[in-house]
C-alpha cells in the first residue's frame, strides 16, 4: 500500500490560490503515476488530476482545467497541485494516491491519508 501526506490546504477566498503538497512515504516517485482527489462533504471521492510516472502524460478533470497544474519531484518525492481561480465548488478535502496513467482514475494500492481540508469562502 502506498501512503502519501498531504499539506498546504486552507481557507481562502474565490479567486485566490493554494499550492498542495504531496510527499510520498518509504517509495519514489519514478515508477507510479501519482493524482489528486478530492472529497466534498456529502459527495463521492472524485479525480481531480494524475501525472504520469514519467510526468509526461497529465490529465484533469474537466472542472479544473486551465485553473489548476499538477507537477511533481521525483527528488523530493512530493506532487505539487497548484490550484488557481479558486471557486467555493473545490472545497473539499484533498488526497493523493495512485491513479491509472491518462485517465484521473484512481488504481488502488493506496492508503488514503488524512487528506488536507481545502475551503474556499468570502
Known amino acids: 500500500q502506498l501512503q502519501f501526506v498531504e499539506s498546504g490546504g486552507g481557507l481562502v477566498q474565490p479567486g485566490g490560490s493554494l499550492r498542495l503538497s504531496c510527499l510520498a512515504s518509504?517509495?519514489?516517485?519514478?515508477?507510479?503515476?501519482i493524482g489528486w482527489f478530492r472529497q466534498a462533504p456529502g459527495k463521492e471521492r472524485e479525480g481531480v488530476s494524475c501525472?504520469?510516472?514519467?510526468?509526461?502524460?497529465?490529465r484533469y478533470a474537466d472542472s479544473v482545467k486551465g485553473r489548476f497544474t499538477i507537477s511533481k519531484d521525483n527528488a523530493k518525492k512530493t506532487v505539487y497541485l497548484q490550484m488557481n481561480s479558486l471557486k467555493p465548488e473545490d472545497t473539499a478535502v484533498y488526497y493523493c494516491?495512485?491513479?491509472?496513467?491518462?485517465?484521473?482514475?484512481?488504481?488502488?494500492?493506496?492508503?488514503w491519508g488524512q487528506g488536507t481540508q481545502v475551503t474556499v469562502s468570502s
Open positions: 518509504g517509495f519514489t516517485l519514478d515508477y507510479v503515476a
Open positions: 494516491a495512485k491513479c491509472r496513467a491518462g485517465t484521473i482514475s484512481y488504481a488502488g494500492f493506496t492508503s
Open positions: 501525472i504520469s510516472s514519467s510526468g509526461g502524460t497529465i
